[in-house]
């Protein structure tokens, strides 16, 4: 079975700052790996995911994540944030066990982008 | 844009009633599944649906809980005798096919009295 570990539950930062969210991954076999977001009363949306190849990914508004392997991590980026991403992001895994197909999702990070 | 859609946004019900959380997902996808995040918790896989039957479900998807698909368009989620403890966000997924997108409902926020 795999885990997800976010390890920052709120992350504030000023308008325009560069972000890093957190998240690691326990698994002993390969798996996929998402970021959502979830906007105030809005349903989860994917930014981006990791399926296979290059492990820099880039996803929608801006955003970015690195799948590192040998750290089990798939932090997430964004130079430069704006007021309008504050919001609750969620990391998830997929795996084989389910044929890639349910996800464990992390317990959440709450952004808050201050101006 | 096609989106998965969830109703009622937010439903009170008093202890040991039974409640219907009702989807709509996107109209040419095959899998569906519902997830519950308990207020401060994970996000936590409760079952997932493909060919009108269960393809999978957690240790959370107890007796108390059931899918349908009624029709060709609505997927439910059905708590026979609702309990304190399941009061939740739940939220409603789709997806075309095995390891694609999942694409997310906006969420039936569940209070349990």
């Known amino acids: 079975a795999q885990s997800v570990t976010q390890l920052d539950s709120q992350v504030p930062v000023f308008e325009e700052a560069p972000v890093e969210l957190r998240c690691n991954y326990s698994?002993?076999?390969?798996?996929?790996l998402f970021w959502y977001v979830q906007y105030p009363n809005q349903g989860l949306q994917l930014l981006l995911k990791?399926?296979?190849?290059?492990?820099l990914v880039k996803g929608i508004n801006g955003f970015e994540a690195e799948f590192n392997k040998s750290q089990t991590s798939f932090h997430l980026r964004k130079p430069s944030v704006h007021i309008s991403d504050t919001a609750e992001y969620f990391c998830?895994?997929?795996?084989?066990?389910?044929?890639?197909?349910?996800?464990?999702f992390g317990k959440g990070t709450m952004l808050l982008v201050s101006p | 844009e096609p989106e998965v859609t969830q109703t009622p946004s937010h439903q009170v019900t008093q202890m040991g009633q039974e409640v219907i959380l009702r989807c709509v997902p996107i109209?040419?996808?095959?899998?569906f599944y519902w997830y519950r995040q308990i207020l401060g918790q994970k996000v936590e896989f409760l079952v997932s649906?493909?060919?009108?039957?269960?393809?999978?479900k957690s240790e959370i998807f107890d007796d108390q809980f059931s899918v349908e698909r009624p029709d060709g368009s609505n997927f439910t989620l059905k708590i026979r005798s609702t309990k304190l403890e399941d009061s939740a966000m739940y939220f409603c997924?789709?997806?075309?096919?095995?390891?694609?997108?999942?694409?997310f409902g906006q969420g039936t926020r569940l209070t349990v009295v």
């Open positions: 997924a789709s997806t075309i096919k095995m390891n694609t997108e999942a694409f």
């Open positions: 698994s002993s076999v390969s798996v996929y």
């Open positions: 990791y399926l296979s190849g290059s492990t």
């Open positions: 998830a895994v997929s795996g084989p066990n389910s044929g890639y197909s349910t996800l464990t």
């Open positions: 109209s040419n996808h095959l899998y």
């Open positions: 649906f493909y060919n009108n039957e269960i393809s999978e």
